[in-house]
Nanobody
Framework: QVQLLESGGGLVQAGGSLRLSCAAS????????MGWYRQTPGKQRELVAT???????NYADTMKGRFAISRDSAKNTVALQMNSRKPEDTAVYSC??????????WGQGTQVTVSS
């Protein structure tokens, strides 16, 4: 069974920085892609950023330049550095992993709140 464990959420002031981390554990095929999505009440879950095993990254347009995703494939971990936070960045951030069999795994999510 695969588990994704997120850490690093919390409260930050607007303009501040926060770093999220996620570690995958358990029996799984090699992980192809890892990333982060976020969701606010009443809205659909939206892409934040993803990174492949080869290091290719993909960011939502609103995150480009402010967020940076990184990955340690040997440890099956992914991190999200969030800078210049805005109140509208307040959401539950969830970690994602997709293995080479295209099986998708999700973390429980971690709350990030940005105060104005």
């Amino acid at each position: 069974q695969v588990q994704l464990l997120e850490s690093g959420g919390g409260l930050v002031q607007a303009g501040g920085s926060l770093r999220l981390s996620c570690a995958a554990s358990g029996t799984m095929f090699s992980i192809r892609t890892m990333g982060w999505y976020r969701q606010t009440p009443g809205k659909q879950r939206e892409l934040v950023a993803t990174i492949t095993s080869g290091g290719s990254t993909n960011y939502a347009d609103t995150m480009k330049g402010r967020f940076a995703i990184s990955r340690d494939s040997a440890k099956n971990t992914v991190a999200l550095q969030m800078n210049s936070r805005k109140p509208e960045d307040t959401a539950v951030y969830s970690c994602l992993a997709v293995d080479t069999q295209y099986q998708t795994y999700w973390g429980q999510g971690t709350q990030v709140t940005v105060s104005s």
